[in-house]
């Protein structure tokens, strides 16, 4: 069974810049797409950003401009480059297929931004 391993998570001050990565542990083939998603503290897991098979992206309007998804060049992972952090993007980061699979939910990574 693929389960999603997320990693880059971390402190940051607001206006900092973290990169998440994530790789499909027990995967056979490549990540093909892939998207982020978060979860705040008492909230649902929500979607950030996607990546399609055909190399398009889609972004949450609060996002937009400041976070960008990509997969791995000849990798099999996925990444998050989160540029001029805020205190609201502080959650627990999951990665998944796009659509996600339900079973293959990760651990997530923490981002907490902070002064």
């Known amino acids: 069974q693929v389960q999603f391993v997320e990693s880059g998570g971390g402190l940051v001050q607001p206006g900092g810049s973290l990169r998440l990565s994530c790789t499909p542990s027990?995967?056979?083939?490549?990540?093909?797409?892939a998207a982020w998603f978060l979860r705040a503290p008492g909230k649902q897991r929500e979607l950030v950003a996607s990546?399609?098979?055909?190399?398009?992206?889609n972004y949450v309007d609060s996002v937009k401009g400041r976070f960008t998804i990509s997969k791995g060049n000849g990798e099999n992972k996925a990444y998050l480059q989160m540029n001029d952090l805020q205190p609201e993007d502080s959650a627990v980061y999951y990665c998944?297929?796009?659509?996600?699979?339900?079973?293959?939910w990760g651990r997530g990574t923490q981002v907490t931004v902070s002064s």
């Open positions: 027990g995967a056979i083939f490549m990540l093909t797409s």
């Open positions: 998944n297929y796009f659509p996600p699979d339900q079973r293959s």
């Open positions: 990546l399609t098979s055909g190399g398009r992206t």
